[in-house]
């Protein structure tokens, strides 16, 4: 309990610390299962491509010593991340952070953290990030990024709904 204490404490400290000139969002839902089911579901950093309706493909490389996930989207455009940190349920915390190297989207030094926690009888998965906006103000930006994790938490929660 303590080590998922200090992941998320220091998740949230890295998404805090950053320059006035960042923009961040966080969203979470709630589901009705347990943390290590929900986990066995979208802990893999190429299972997104499972439970995110706008990825049709992801494959897995190793660049550098790095696992990154080259994501294929519904339009044909590709995104390239680099997982930074991945904890699995035998380290009693479940989660993974990332980066983004290339992408179509209107960010760029974007930094996510994904992760399940118990909340009361069930889950709470949560997705946050800080980034820049590029080419767009900060709140297009903004609803861009959240937009991309309403999809995919909605899509999340309804893998676990009977």
Request: glycine share 8%; aromatic share 6%; with cysteine.
């Amino acid at each position: 309990m303590k080590i998922k204490h200090l992941t998320m404490t220091a998740a949230a400290l890295i998404i805090s610390v950053c320059t006035a000139q960042a923009a961040s969002v966080e969203k979470s839902v709630t589901i009705a299962a347990k943390p290590a089911d929900v986990w066995a579901k979208i802990g893999h950093f190429c299972q997104i491509a499972g439970w995110h309706p706008a990825i049709t493909k992801c494959e897995l490389s190793t660049m550098d010593s790095r696992v990154h996930r080259t994501l294929t989207l519904g339009d044909g455009a590709t995104i390239l991340e680099m997982q930074t940190d991945h904890r699995g349920a035998d380290d009693k915390t479940m989660n993974y952070s990332y980066i983004i190297h290339k992408s179509p989207l209107p960010i760029k030094n974007y930094t996510s953290f994904i992760g399940v926690e118990p909340d009361g009888e069930g889950t709470k998965v949560i997705w946050r990030s800080i980034f820049d906006a590029n080419g767009v103000d900060d709140a297009k930006a903004k609803e861009v990024i959240g937009g991309i994790y309403d999809g995919g938490l909605a899509s999340i929660q309804a893998m676990f709904t009977n």
